[in-house]
Every structure is written in structure tokens, then in C-alpha cells.
């Protein structure tokens, strides 16, 4: 038996148009690794895209990719992912499934106030597959507290267990602020747990829980990711053991520069020294700048110059990120953080609790604050009309705010 574990897919996550397609082409090269591996079926735990109305060019795309599995007779198992839904409950992953072009695992019934989860079994090798959604904030928690789970550990025969939530156990020191469940939430039993959500490359055999593994995104989907990760990949599972497989899409150079007590000159200076005998073909450029700068401004470091250059030595795509680069007047600033995400949670957790909401404690409200801000800042859909783009915003926060309009 021989089979794929991918998570994370997010197609569509970036947004400039340089990269727009990136996942959607790392996502084609991982199915096309999978046939020539010739696996057995393919798991894809959550976020197979990045929202739950993708764009019709990225729909399109994935449609061919999965019916080319079909005709190959490779079946795909999913779960839906924090992506993967709306606030409404609408996912486009509903009528793909309803096309056959892949199988929702996540099926079952209340049997005496306890979740029962179903078992969808793969026809060519027997394995018996169900998993739970995750949801936004690891509001999932709430389906583990109702689960069955002694009926799924009593089933006999090689068992998967596909999952969207991060682990207590399995957190990495910099993933602190992620909301994590303790790993007695899952049932146990099983040979091997389909893990996503969390953008870690990790396989770990786990006493009463069999193989945990987590395969990391198909692509980083931010420049921190890109950062630590480099590159996006997944596990090919065979004789119990997991062999995780990259995907390289481009080549990555990372500069990192500190920068205390330097002028925005001296900056600029170093950073060509560093880059004027090298080729970027095919290459994204990552630079970072940290600390307090002797004199001026961020803005005062020429960007523009660098940027050109790096583009005339064939370079694909440039980035910088100067979060962490401040000014004498802006010492005592507090906040050090090094995405917009971890800005938005830093400055949510400051002022919690600031308006008393009855029946709400902190991590309730932190939850319905982070996807109020995700369903205002949804975009329109193609073919959308102003009106029902403005109507459908104003539905999905008030199922947000639990309040009619």
C-alpha cells in the first residue's frame, strides 16, 4: 500500500500577480508526482484553497487536475480545511465532491447526543478513512467534545484518521500564539493521522495514536513561511514509514541584514555589495532588515535601486520586509512582530475584554473579532453584483455577531 498526504493547498493565497499562480502550479506538480509514484489515493487534510469561492482560472485548473487523477483511477480523500468554508457554510469543495471528482471523508450521524463518524473505505486497498473539518480558530473543538470515539478506536483494519487542528504536543516554540487542542481530543487506534492547519513539517509515532504527521504547506504562503520553510512538499506513506517530498517551484535567496547603528547609506551599500557577482534566474529574493538605524528613516534606504537590480539579474520576484527595522524616535515601541497576522492578534489580544459581552469570555471573543475582520475583508466575486456582494457581507457578519439585520 503506497499513499500521498498533502495539507495546506491554499490556491489563491497570493495576491500578487507574479505569484497569483504559484500554489495552483505546485499543487499540479504534486498530483503529477503522485502518478508517476504510482500511490495507491491521496489525502489532502484542509485548505485545498485559500477561500471557499476561488477564482473561476484556479477552479478551472484544479478541475482538470483532479479529473486526470480519476482517469487514472487514483481516488482523492479530503477534508475541509479553516479556508475552506464561509461564514455561511458555503465551500465550492460541495460541488466538486458532487461532480466525483474527489470524497468528503467527513461523514457521520448523532447517535444518542455523540457525534458518529462514518468510515469511507478505499476500494483498491481496503483502508477505512474518516476526519473531522476544522474551522476557523480551532472552533472544531466543539465536534471532539461530542465525538464518539470509542466506536472508531473498537474498528478493526488499517485506519486513517484525516485532521484540520494543531496539537498541543506537536506546537513549535514559535507557534505559541496559534490555538492548539491537547492530542487526547483525537481517537485513538489509529495506524495513521492525516494532520493539517499547521505549516510544519513533522512525522512523530505517538504511544496509543500511531504515525502523527504534519507535511507543511504545498508552497509557503507568506514571507515568514518562505523564510523558515524555503519550499512546500508532502509525505508519500508506504510500509508504515513517511518520506516527505518537496516541491521546488523557484530558487530562494535569503538577506538578512542587521542593521544597528547604520545609516539608510550604509544599508543600501552592504546589501549590493552582497548581490552585484551573483544571477537570480529564477530566483525569489527575500530581504530582511532588523534593528535601529543611527540616523533617518526606512523610507530612506533606496528600495527602488536594489529592486531594478535584482530584476536586471533575471530575478523572479523580490520582497522585503522591514517590520523589525526602527528609527531612534521609535524605540519604545512594544509590538515585534513579523507578520500582519501576528500585528492584527497582538493588537486584539491589547485591548480584549475592553466592552463586557455577556456570556463571552476571551478566547470567544478574540474568535468572533478575528472572523469578523475575515469576512469584512472578503473580496467580490467574480460576476458579483455590488448589491449582493454588499448583501452577502452583511449576512455573514451577522451569523459573526449572531444578531438579524
Known amino acids: 500500500m503506497k499513499f500521498a498526504h498533502m495539507a495546506d493547498c491554499h490556491i489563491g493565497s497570493w495576491r500578487d500577480p507574479k505569484l497569483k499562480d504559484i500554489s495552483t502550479k505546485a499543487f499540479e506538480k504534486a498530483m503529477e508526482k503522485c502518478k508517476n509514484e504510482k500511490v495507491d489515493f491521496i489525502l489532502i487534510s484542509g485548505d485545498l484553497f485559500n477561500t471557499s469561492l476561488p477564482r473561476l482560472d484556479n477552479l478551472k485548473t484544479v478541475v482538470g487536475i483532479f479529473r486526470r487523477l480519476k482517469e487514472s483511477d487514483i481516488p482523492v480523500y479530503i ?3 479553516s479556508h475552506d468554508y464561509s461564514p455561511s457554510g458555503k465551500t465550492m469543495l460541495d460541488v466538486l465532491e458532487e461532480a466525483g471528482l474527489f470524497i468528503n471523508v467527513v461523514k457521520g450521524e448523532e447517535v444518542n447526543g455523540k457525534l458518529r463518524l462514518k468510515f469511507t ?5 481496503g483502508v477505512k478513512i474518516t476526519g473531522m ?39 513549535p516554540e514559535d507557534m505559541q500564539n496559534i490555538i492548539t487542542n491537547p492530542i487526547s481530543l483525537l481517537p485513538k487506534n489509529f495506524d495513521y493521522y492525516a494532520g493539517g492547519h499547521v505549516h510544519i513539517v513533522e512525522d512523530k509515532q505517538m504511544e496509543n495514536y500511531g504515525l502523527i504527521a504534519y507535511p507543511g504547506p504545498l508552497f509557503p504562503n507568506s514571507f515568514s513561511e518562505l523564510e523558515k520553510l524555503e519550499r512546500g512538499g508532502f509525505y508519500i506513506v508506504e510500509d508504515a514509514k ?33 548581490i552585484k557577482d551573483k544571477e537570480f534566474l529564477d530566483t525569489i529574493v527575500l530581504i530582511r532588515l532588523r534593528g535601529t538605524l543611527s540616523s533617518g528613516r526606512p523610507t530612506d534606504i533606496d528600495f527602488k535601486e536594489i529592486f531594478a537590480f535584482l530584476y536586471d539579474k533575471s530575478a523572479y520576484f523580490v520582497m522585503k520586509n522591514t517590520s523589525s527595522l526602527t ?11 513579523r507578520s500582519v497576522e501576528e500585528t492584527e492578534s497582538s493588537i486584539i489580544k491589547e485591548h480584549l475584554g475592553q466592552v463586557e459581552i455577556p456570556g463571552m469570555d476571551s ?13 469584512l475583508t472578503a473580496e467580490k466575486q467574480e460576476g458579483e453584483t455590488n448589491p449582493d456582494f454588499e448583501k452577502r457581507i452583511k449576512e455573514d457578519a451577522s451569523k459573526v455577531l449572531d444578531i438579524d439585520l
Open 363 to 375: 478566547k470567544k471573543e478574540e474568535a468572533m473579532i478575528k472572523n469578523l475582520m475575515q469576512t
Open 121 to 125: 473505505i478505499d476500494k483498491k486497498t
Open 242 to 274: 513517511a518520506k516527505w517530498h518537496p516541491i521546488q517551484i523557484f530558487n530562494l535567496l535569503k538577506i538578512e541584514k542587521n542593521c544597528k547603528g547604520k545609516s539608510p547609506e550604509e544599508i543600501y551599500d552592504s546589501i549590493m555589495e552582497d
Open 133 to 171: 473539518l476544522g474551522k476557523r480558530y480551532s472552533l472544531e473543538k466543539s465536534y471532539y467534545e461530542v465525538l464518539d470515539r470509542e466506536a472508531l478506536e473498537k474498528e478493526e483494519g488499517y485506519k486513517i484518521f484525516m485532521f484540520h487542528s494543531g496539537i498541543d504536543e506537536l506546537k
Open 327 to 337: 528609527t531612534k524616535e521609535f524605540e519604545e515601541i512594544k509590538i515585534d512582530t
Open 79 to 81: 477534508i475541509p480545511g
